[in-house]
């Protein structure tokens, strides 16, 4: 399958990672879904100090997925 190199085939790749996190997150045992969040939060944090803004904002998406999910 080929995607289109535009904004609405990445928003729709963001939006299907930000899905399967949610379902990753809501399948884990309790006790363990804050820290998939918080880890998500890390990356996103380590990304923004290496200037790597696009990466933030993607993990930034992840991470509010995991944390709807927790």
Known sequence: M???NDAEA???VI???GALVFALVHELPT???AGFAA???HLANAARREGASTTEA???DLH???VAAA
Do not use: H, I, K, S
């Open 2 to 4: 080929n995607f289109r």
């Open 10 to 12: 990445m928003n729709a």
């Open 15 to 17: 939006n299907g990672l």
């Open 31 to 33: 006790e363990r879904r």
């Open 39 to 41: 880890t998500l939060a």
């Open 58 to 60: 993607v993990l930034t």
């Open 64 to 66: 509010r997925a995991a």
